[in-house]
């Protein structure tokens, strides 16, 4: 229910809304929640709205993360 | 896809594991809750279960909305269609939840009820624009993650001043049912469900931030720490909670950096605030009664609240005798010591609330799990 993807920003149309790529395939949804979100900024898609950022250089720390403690 | 892939590699899920085994103290057990449906299907579908220690138990929690959701609400969902012949939209998720007289809003559908499944409620909003003669109501469910978008939805039908739209409000709350659970009998005074600590929400973190669970952390002495829905998320919180039980620590931590902050997104938030108010008690399905568990919509907008526009009562129906739904819920049992488990309840035909969302902890046990209670007997 929770279900919620990644998907980067292609295009900010009008005032608040927005057409996200997820993983090729386009949509549009709202952006009202995420003011800050510029194109090429990935954010976090859930029922037809971004509801949050996903900041890349946390994604990039997180797996760095994963790789440094299996060494 | 990208920040998804990264995170499912089998290889790094193995090592991992073998670091949570070999952190692990042998003398000792180790019980987290993973709250939400979201990490209860993650667990089950990539088989985190079979990279842990066999002194670790992943104990599945009641974040399934689905699942919680009690029969009287679908009821009054049902009563909607057929008494007031709205024309009702819901998530896909909630349509084959059982409700009384056998019915579930996809039986009710099929005996004509106008009953539609939508994405989004920006869809829902749409119908009421295409279909001004008839009234649509929005049958709005799930946690904070899905609160916001209905809040938006609701202040735009304002705005538009689509009269014929009305929401039938059943959003929860995590923070309150994680304290209903630790102040449970079963956890807080018999201990018959010892938890060590709490895998905590990934998406309804994204909105209310991790600041709401430090309280767990302090005045209940248990770790938390948020984690991303995707097994390597959940593979590296586990580990983290190993460490905090470990070194005696009971603090928030945050594995999910990527998406969440202390703060959470304010703006939905604000949204939240500006659109609902705390219900004085609501029924979770197999929590019962919990004291400001939920939201109700606010009296500025009470035009677009269903409960008040159609005079609507909540009546309360008891669970299936022999359904153990509301002790899984409350991680007292598995889905396996379930008498209907299985055969006469399964996705295809639901019995209990746990069975019909894949996040359920019934449904995620059936769909990947069942075959592993079956010793492997070569001949």
Redesign the interface.
């Known amino acids: 229910m929770c279900l919620a993807l990644p998907a980067r920003v292609a295009e900010l149309v009008g005032t608040d809304e927005g057409i996200v790529d997820l993983g090729g395939v386009r949509k549009r949804i709202s952006m009202a929640l995420v003011p800050e979100a510029r194109v090429g900024d990935y954010v976090i898609v859930h029922v037809g709205y971004a509801i949050g950022m996903l900041d890349a250089e946390e994604a990039e720390a997180t797996l760095r993360l994963f790789a440094e403690m299996s060494a | 896809?990208?920040?998804?892939d990264?995170?499912r590699?089998g290889e790094?899920a193995r090592?991992?594991g073998?670091?949570i085994a070999r952190e692990a103290d042998p003398s000792r057990d180790y019980r987290f809750m993973e709250f939400?449906?979201?990490h209860t299907h993650a667990i089950a579908r990539y088989g985190v279960v079979d990279l842990l220690p066999d002194n670790l138990r992943m104990i599945h929690g009641p974040?399934?909305?689905?699942c919680v959701l009690p029969i009287g609400r679908v009821d009054m969902a049902i009563r909607l269609a057929f008494e007031r012949g709205v024309m009702l939209c819901t998530?896909g998720?909630v349509m084959r939840v059982p409700a009384s007289d056998g019915l579930s809003l996809m039986r009710a559908k099929a005996r004509g009820a106008d009953i539609r499944m939508v994405?989004?409620?920006?869809?829902a909003l749409q119908l009421a624009r295409a279909h001004p003669g008839r009234e649509v109501v929005f049958f709005a469910?799930?946690?904070e993650?899905?609160t916001?978008?209905t809040a938006?939805a609701i202040r735009q039908a304002q705005s538009e001043g689509l009269r014929n739209f009305s929401v039938l409000c059943s959003h929860v709350l995590t923070p309150p049912a994680i304290t209903h659970i630790l102040r449970s009998p079963e956890v807080h005074d018999h201990r018959t469900v010892p938890i060590d600590g709490f895998v905590g929400?990934?998406?309804?973190s994204?909105?209310i931030g991790s600041r709401p669970y430090e309280g767990f952390a302090t005045t209940y002495r248990k770790p938390v720490v948020i984690a991303g829905?995707e097994p390597?998320?959940v593979m590296?919180a586990i580990?983290m909670l190993v460490r905090q039980v470990n070194e005696g620590r009971a603090e928030v931590e945050n594995?999910f950096?990527?998406?969440?902050t202390r703060e959470g997104?304010a703006?939905?938030q604000a949204?939240m605030a500006d659109v609902f108010d705390v219900r004085n008690s609501f029924e979770w399905r197999g929590l019962g009664q919990v004291p400001a568990s939920a939201l109700k919509i606010r009296g500025d907008y009470a035009a677009f609240d269903a409960e008040t526009h159609f005079d609507l009562d909540y009546r309360q129906v008891a669970d299936h005798k022999q359904c153990e739904c509301g002790a899984i819920l409350r991680g007292v049992k598995k889905p396996t010591e379930c008498k209907l488990f299985g055969n006469v309840c399964t996705p295809e035909t639901p019995m209990g609330s746990c069975m019909v969302?894949s996040?359920g902890a019934c449904a995620a046990h059936y769909s990947y799990g069942r075959f592993r209670d079956i010793p492997v007997v070569s001949s």
Do not use: W
Not at chain 2, 63 to 66: L, R
Not at chain 2, 119 to 123: E, F, G, I, R
Not at chain 2, 257 to 260: D, L, N, Y
């Open positions: 896809m990208k920040y998804v990264e995170f590699d790094l090592r991992i073998a670091n939400c449906g979201g974040g399934c909305p689905v998530y998720d994405y989004s409620p920006l869809d469910i799930g946690f993650t899905t916001p978008p938006l929400p990934a998406h309804v994204i909105v829905f390597l998320d590296q580990l594995e950096t990527r998406a969440v997104n703006c939905a949204a969302s996040e």
